[in-house]
């Protein structure tokens, strides 16, 4: 059931997202990753991830696009790839300590100083609905979105 009250989720996102990405940029730049390379370190600051594969769909990247990218961070010690225990054909991708710090300060900046120029346009409690609610969102696995059922 469509509604002509507002434009669509995508057609609201899309510029916002875009902004935030050109915001976001010259942070990254200062600590030498692509857009690619971050969300690589934004997914394993979370825990490790078993094998390219998994990674890939955690982040929306084809698998063989992300090769290069963790090949890049594990040569500046930024992650490491251990064999899997279970599946000796596969490789667990880990921060290393460094990894760990250069993810958590570059967040922290971009956090604390570029989303803070976008959210403060919200009221207090505005603010906090829709960082829980796009939480909520972004927590969903991408298979779930596809077919989820409406919840009413």
Do not use: C
Not at 6 to 21: F, K, N, S, V, W
């Amino acid at each position: 059931m469509g509604s002509t009250d507002r434009p669509d989720l995508a057609a609201m996102l899309a510029p916002l997202t875009r902004t935030l990405i050109a915001m976001e940029r010259p942070v990254l730049e200062s600590y030498g990753l692509s857009m690619w390379a971050y969300s690589v370190l934004v997914a394993l600051s979370r825990g490790p991830a078993r094998g390219q594969g998994v990674l890939a769909q955690e982040i929306g990247a084809d698998k063989t696009r992300i090769i290069a990218v963790l090949d890049d961070l594990q040569e500046r010690g930024l992650l490491h790839r251990t064999p899997d225990p279970s599946d000796r054909r596969a490789r667990l991708l880990e921060l290393t300590t460094e990894g760990r710090r250069v993810v958590t300060r570059a967040q922290a900046e971009i956090q604390n100083r570029e989303e803070q120029q976008v959210l403060r346009h919200l009221p207090t409690a505005d603010r906090r609905a829709f960082l829980s609610a796009l939480r909520t969102l972004a927590d969903i696995p991408r298979d779930r979105l596809e077919n989820a059922p409406d919840p009413d």
